[in-house]
């Protein structure tokens, strides 16, 4: 492998785990930078995984920290404004910053995690809009030397991750009528084990340079279907009540006023997409995409 020293921003999390032993077992290095060492010190037990202090996201310490790296891959996003992180300092600023310590370093390769219906002018909500704003600074990066490719998952499940488990768990505290927000949003979920095997295919491909790959698994279901799914799994029948889109709107103005905004209006526009692909990026890939049946059963139990 060529890019076979890898800095991995946002590698703290769900899908950075994963990432982090796959690229492990391929024999590739990688650093990982936190503010939190401690809190993250099971990722040094990754053969090959390096943990780097970090005491600020400006590029002077991004710079630093990426030396001796060829690629950068940055998960780094969130799903709701708290604890002082905005959608426009991670999903923009962050990879503006992140893009000038790359090229500073002299990092030639760039992997990019975005999300279906990310979109810089039209996307329905705030996080849809800041990734599609990120995204684009991703790409226009391309001229200054940094070799592109950005992904587009729908919802990510796989052992550790907070759709399936979050809805397990509330079903588990719940176990009465479950009013659902937004019934009929569409997902098809991609396996964390698919998305980070698009990454690591495409770190060494140059056809793969300039391209944007949506990733999805291999059936579309609605929300409801879903979390009906996650209740057979823990033995609990979901007794789900739809809330239609007034209903919707309601929850998510009061749940946002909760500690860490569990459902926010924000998260209502996300839901107003479909989550599904138009292009196969796992077949484009040629990565078979794992069935939500094979992996979650083993994780929820
Ligand atoms: N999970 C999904 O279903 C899904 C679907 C579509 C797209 N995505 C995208 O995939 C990426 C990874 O998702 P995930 O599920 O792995 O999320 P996650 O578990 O919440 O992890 C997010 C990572 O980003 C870091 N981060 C967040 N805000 C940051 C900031 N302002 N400055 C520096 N680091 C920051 C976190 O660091 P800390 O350890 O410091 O918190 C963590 O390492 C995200 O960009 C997300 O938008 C995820």
């Known amino acids: 492998m060529k890019n076979n020293r890898v800095f991995v921003l946002g590698g703290t999390g769900f899908v950075g785990q994963h990432l982090l032993y796959r690229l492990s077992r ?37 710079a630093a920290a990426m030396a001796g790296c060829s690629t950068l891959i940055n998960l780094a996003g969130i799903l709701n404004e708290v604890g002082g992180r905005t959608f426009d300092q991670t999903h923009v600023k962050l990879v503006e910053t992140a893009i000038h310590a790359a090229i500073q370093a002299g990092v030639t ?66 176990p009465g009528p479950f009013p659902l927000a937004c019934p009929n949003a569409r997902f098809a979920p991609v396996y964390v084990g698919d998305v980070a095997d698009a990454m690591l295919r495409c770190l060494d491909d140059p056809d793969t340079h300039g391209q944007i790959y949506e990733l999805c698994g291999p059936r579309a279901f609605t929300l409801r279907e879903l979390v009906i799914y996650a209740g057979e799994r823990i033995g609990r029948e979901a007794w789900v009540i739809d809330l239609n889109d007034r209903l919707s709107q309601l929850q998510a103005q009061l749940f946002q006023r909760l500690p860490g905004k569990p459902f926010t209006l924000d998260n209502y526009l996300t839901l107003q997409v479909e989550s599904v692909c138009q292009h196969a990026g796992l077949k484009a890939l040629g990565i078979v995409a794992t069935a939500i049946d094979d992996i979650v059963p083993d994780y929820l139990a």
């Open 26 to 62: 391929a024999g590739i290095f990688c650093r990982v930078p936190t503010r939190h060492p401690e809190r993250h010190r099971q990722l040094r037990l990754i053969p090959g995984c390096e943990l780097c202090a970090i005491s600020g996201w400006e590029t002077a310490q991004l």
């Open 109 to 174: 390769r760039y992997l990019h995690l975005s999300a279906l219906g990310a979109n810089a002018e039209s996307g329905l909500s705030d996080y849809l809009r800041s990734k599609g704003r990120g995204e684009a600074l991703a790409f226009a990066a391309a001229r200054q030397g940094l070799a592109v490719t950005s992904f587009r998952p729908s919802v990510i499940f796989g052992p550790g991750d907070s759709f399936f488990n979050r809805f397990a768990r509330l079903l588990r505290l719940l």
